[in-house]
């Protein structure tokens, strides 16, 4: 039975050996194959703007990130040599209600200071978020229509 088996197997090698594949056959398999690469090559571009897209978004919000951490930090300097400068003022002082006046005037102008640096931070913070949100929305409305033409 193993003989049997083994010249099975030789006769279908030899029919193979001198079998041809159609032309058809092979001009359909050889599209298939060019179609599938041009389409791996069309999804492969879509993939890489998309990266680069992201990255745009990325850079839009850092650059927002960036601008609110400097005035974060304009904000921290600007308290601090007020904080200093009041504190000057109140070691200068000759009498005790010289130095509660100046401290009293001390607090109401950083309260000031504050709110007006919070309502900026606030204004800012918003900007940075819409700006962010607006590019995102752009730069995802471009990759899917790039997508769309790709597929």
């Known amino acids: 039975m193993h003989d049997q088996i083994a010249q099975q197997a030789r006769q279908m090698l030899a029919a193979a050996a001198t079998s041809e594949i159609p032309a058809s056959v092979r001009s359909f ?18 993939t890489r703007k998309g990266a680069g897209a992201f990255e745009e978004i990325l850079q839009v919000a850092q650059s927002g990130a960036k601008a609110v951490g400097e005035t974060v930090l304009g904000n921290i300097v600007a308290n601090t040599e007020a904080a200093i400068a009041a504190a000057h003022g109140v ?3 000759t009498t005790l209600a010289e130095a509660a006046r ?21 204004e800012l913070s918003v900007k940075v978020a819409q700006e962010t949100a ?8 471009k990759t899917a229509a790039d997508v769309n033409r790709a597929a």
């Open 134 to 141: 607006n590019a995102a929305a752009a730069i995802a409305s």
């Open 91 to 93: 070691a200068r002082a």
């Open 29 to 46: 398999a050889q599209e298939g194959v060019t179609k599938t690469g041009e389409a791996v090559a069309q999804w492969t571009a879509a």
């Open 102 to 122: 100046l401290q009293a005037s001390y607090v109401q102008e950083q309260l000031n200071a504050l709110n007006a640096q919070g309502k900026g931070l606030l």
